[in-house]
């Protein structure tokens, strides 16, 4: 049974950068297509973007200027950083796992909430 | 981006009813919808994809449709752990967009 856990720091600074992480358990991310969504009441579900083992991406235009994705299949390991956060960046931010090519989201993490406050 | 509406946005049910949420899009989208669960708290969950195949372990009393004017989720017989709020969620077109959900409430 594939796992996610999504970690990294809660509270972001407005302006700052936030930078998650989500770990894979129980399967070789080299078969799935890794993917980050969020959560907010003010947006629902966003669909961010996804990358593959290989370190290829797509990143939701919306996103594109501000967000990357990292790929480390040492430590079956994908993540995120997103720049110049703003309050609505606070949102309920899932790790996920899909096919190749990505469609639906197999797999989830269990969600991290992430506040943009100072 | 395509723009997926749900309706209605939240229904009441008893437990053993029938509950249909219907989904549109902004434009055509072929067969690539999905359906998914979210119970407060937790992460969505797959239940439907491509319209109507139903993803390992997902009880058959859920179904999914399409018609000539949007898709449909029905839960047969629901049961207490479906109570819960419902998502679509297109592929076709990039990127991926969802429904804004449909709460399904103990009546």
């Known amino acids: 049974q594939v796992q996610l856990q999504e970690s990294g720091p809660r509270l972001v600074r407005p302006s700052e950068t936030l930078s998650l992480t989500c770990t894979v358990s129980?399967?070789?991310?080299?078969?799935?297509?890794l993917m980050w969504i969020r959560q907010s009441p003010e947006k629902g579900l966003e669909w961010m973007g996804y990358?593959?083992?290989?370190?290829?991406?797509n990143i939701n235009p919306s996103l594109s200027s501000r967000l990357t994705m990292s790929v480390d299949t040492s430590k079956n390991q994908f993540s995120l950083r997103l720049t110049s956060v703003t309050a609505a960046d606070t949102a309920v931010y899932f790790c996920?796992?899909?096919?190749?090519?990505?469609?639906?989201?197999?797999?989830w993490g269990q969600g991290t909430l992430v506040t943009v406050s100072s | 981006d395509i723009r997926m509406t749900q309706s209605p946005s939240s229904v009441s049910a008893s437990v053993g009813d029938r509950v249909t949420v219907t989904c549109r899009a902004s434009?055509?989208?072929?067969?690539?919808l999905a359906w998914y669960q979210q119970r407060p708290g937790k992460a969505p969950k797959l239940l439907i994809y491509?319209?109507?195949t139903l993803q390992t372990g997902v009880p058959s009393r859920f179904s999914g449709s399409t018609s000539g004017t949007g898709f449909t989720l029905t839960i047969n017989d629901l049961q207490p752990e479906d109570f819960a709020t419902y998502y679509c969620q297109q592929t076709d077109t990039f990127p991926p967009t969802f429904g804004q959900g449909t709460k399904v409430e103990v009546k």
């Open positions: 434009q055509a989208i072929s067969g690539w």
């Open positions: 129980g399967d070789s991310i080299n078969t799935h297509s």
């Open positions: 491509s319209v109507s």
């Open positions: 990358i593959y083992f290989t370190g290829s991406s």
């Open positions: 996920a796992a899909g096919d190749i090519p990505p469609n639906w989201a197999y797999y």
